[in-house]
């Protein structure tokens, strides 16, 4: 269990390098002892992300996707951000129809994750998708993206897939399998 600490007080934000897609900001910071820190971060943003992981027939169901910051092919669950307006459930279920293929009838969340909370505010709403039927929609994709089913009894065998490394990844197969373990579908 984590104690209340105080949080530091900001004295000044500073745009310090802008691109076309980021802003790094300054946070110039005084602690609750007085000490006095800058540090940088991507610009907050209010918009979070979603992330699911399909299920049908007994397999997850992932997606190829060309990851241009290791420049090679990653096998990951379909994700993308959350429109205006849009509910957690209505982006899973867009997102899922643009990059997978399918649609879902029954949909539930198992957690949020951050990454990189020291530099970044993004949050990624992980939700399990189940009874799917076949639905594509035109997404912002450059390319087709390869649908791969992996059975649901070799669940923690995508570990040893050199392709499926990324973090946010990672963590949402572990939800599911807890979600799988609470639910009486999967053991140990």
Same mark, same amino acid.
């Not at 004295?11 to 540090?39: C, H, K, M, W």
């Given at each position: 269990?984590?104690?209340?600490?105080?949080?530091?007080?900001?004295?000044? !934000?500073?745009?310090?390098a802008?691109?076309?897609?980021?802003?790094?900001?300054?946070?110039?910071?005084?602690?609750?002892?007085?000490?006095? %820190? !800058?540090?940088? %971060?991507?610009?907050?943003?209010?918009?979070?992300?979603v992330?699911?992981? @399909?299920?049908?027939?007994?397999?997850?169901?992932?997606i190829?996707?060309?990851?241009?910051?290791?420049?090679?092919?990653?096998?990951?669950? @379909?994700?993308?951000?959350?429109?205006?307006?849009?509910?957690?459930?209505?982006?899973?279920?867009?997102?899922?129809?643009?990059?997978?293929?399918?649609?879902?009838?029954?949909?539930?969340?198992?957690?949020?994750?951050?990454?990189?909370?020291?530099?970044?505010?993004?949050?990624?709403?992980?939700? !399990?998708?189940?009874?799917?039927?076949?639905?594509?929609?035109?997404?912002?994709?450059?390319?087709?993206? @390869?649908?791969?089913?992996?059975?649901?009894?070799?669940?923690?065998?995508?570990?040893?897939?050199?392709?499926?490394?990324?973090?946010?990844?990672?963590?949402?197969?572990?939800? !599911? %399998?807890?979600?799988?373990?609470?639910?009486?579908?999967?053991?140990?």
């Amino acid at each position: 269990m984590s104690r209340e600490l105080e949080k530091p007080k900001i004295l000044s !934000v500073e745009p310090v390098a802008r691109s076309r897609l980021f802003t790094i900001e300054a946070v110039d910071l005084v602690f609750s002892n007085g000490e006095q %820190r !800058v540090y940088e %971060r991507m610009r907050p943003s209010e918009r979070e992300a979603v992330m699911i992981v @399909p299920i049908i027939d007994n397999h997850l169901v992932l997606i190829q996707e060309y990851v241009v910051g290791l420049e090679t092919y990653e096998l990951g669950f @379909p994700k993308g951000l959350i429109d205006a307006g849009e509910s957690v459930f209505e982006a899973a279920n867009r997102e899922l129809k643009e990059e997978a293929g399918f649609g879902a009838e029954e949909m539930e969340a198992l957690g949020k994750l951050t990454m990189a909370p020291s530099y970044f505010s993004s949050k990624m709403n992980v939700v !399990v998708a189940e009874n799917l039927y076949p639905e594509k929609l035109e997404g912002d994709e450059p390319e087709p993206l @390869p649908v791969i089913r992996w059975p649901l009894d070799n669940l923690m065998a995508l570990l040893d897939e050199p392709d499926f490394s990324e973090a946010r990844n990672i963590s949402a197969l572990f939800l !599911v %399998r807890e979600w799988l373990v609470k639910q009486q579908r999967l053991a140990y």
